[in-house]
């Protein structure tokens, strides 16, 4: 079973950056697509991002596309969630998944079965 672990979380101001990490250990995530999903209080877990096992695919919800860039690292077994001109709106816990079938793209939380704990992002206004 694979295990993620996110990082890099904090508080940021608004239009600043930020730089999530995951790492995943236990299965080699090379041909598995991998996703970054958040949740604030209050609202359901949504799709930020994902990208395919070979990282030649990506693809974003539309409130983030323009602004958020996902790539990995298939050697380090890393994937990163690059965050730029960040809003309030942003804030929430975000979580890395990798997806339960290999070679399958899908930004449904459903089809992912390996979650990571989270890690806070805070905007402030």
């Known amino acids: 079973q694979v295990r993620l672990v996110e990082s890099g979380g904090g508080l940021v101001q608004a239009r600043g950056s930020l730089r999530l990490s995951c790492a995943a250990s236990?299965?080699?995530?090379?041909?598995?697509?991998m996703g970054w999903f958040r949740q604030a209080p209050g609202k359901e877990r949504e799709f930020v991002a994902g990208?395919?096992?070979?990282?030649?695919?990506?693809y974003y919800a539309e409130s983030v596309k323009g602004r958020f860039t996902i790539s990995r690292d298939n050697a380090k077994s890393t994937v990163q969630l690059q965050m730029s001109s960040l809003k309030p709106e942003d804030t929430a816990v975000y979580y890395c998944a990798s997806h339960r079938r290999p070679y399958y793209t899908s930004s449904s939380a459903l089809d992912y079965d390996a979650w990571g704990q989270g890690t806070q992002v805070t905007v402030s206004s």
């Open positions: 236990g299965r080699t995530i090379s041909t598995y697509a």
């Open positions: 990208i395919s096992g070979g990282g030649g695919t990506t």
